[in-house]
């Protein structure tokens, strides 16, 4: 892909980006997933979706969620983005897991590498969505000035953004759980 020409001083390149899509069946997934993540010991708080033995990839097979979770919010965002990228050839999962955070716990600033999009489903929180969104996907930090804060978006929404985009959670002030994944996405030449 290549930016068209420009005589202005200043090229925008596609970059971070943000999309947030409201699952309508958010209560539905809800009913079905909160009570099996709240079963489990705190420590299996995470679950790659590629361990054969994986239960909770196992438990999103069983009950047919991956599409809703994963590939339908990834599929709207690639077709809602206001620039052209190739035709998406295929979406592949590479990790799946949820996150169990009691009061106090936070994730600092990350990224997740070897992905094409990242996304978050804010299975359930019970305050303002509390993760903050950092103006570039890239380890210079004078970039990561620029936050964007997403206590607006609530609860039932996934939000999906280049996996090289630096994000973090604050401390959670309730319980909050959220599912979250890395996709690849191969495209068509």
């Not at 969104?133 to 004078?142: K, M, R, V």
């Amino acid at each position: 892909m290549s930016i068209e020409s420009s005589t202005s001083d200043l090229v925008l390149f596609p970059g971070p980006f943000l999309y947030k899509k409201k699952l309508q069946s958010h209560d539905e997934i809800k009913e079905k997933l909160l009570p099996w993540i709240t079963q489990r010991p705190v420590e299996s708080c995470y679950d790659n979706f590629n361990d054969k033995s994986g239960e909770f990839g196992d438990y999103l097979e069983l009950h047919d969620l991956f599409s809703e979770i994963v590939f339908d919010p990834v599929a709207s965002c690639i077709e809602s983005l206001p620039f052209n990228i190739p035709d998406v050839d295929d979406i592949n999962l590479q990790h799946i897991w949820y996150n169990n955070y009691k009061v106090g716990e936070s994730h600092g600033p990350h990224v997740h590498a070897d992905a094409t999009f990242s996304g978050v489903y804010l299975l359930h929180v019970g305050e303002e969505n509390n993760t903050i969104f950092f103006g570039a996907g890239t380890s210079n930090t004078a970039y990561q000035n620029f936050s964007y804060d997403t206590k607006h978006i609530s609860e039932g929404s996934v939000l999906v953004f280049p996996s090289d985009m630096y994000h973090c959670t604050e401390p959670a002030q309730d319980n909050r759980i959220t599912i979250s994944f890395n996709v690849t996405c191969t495209f068509f030449e």
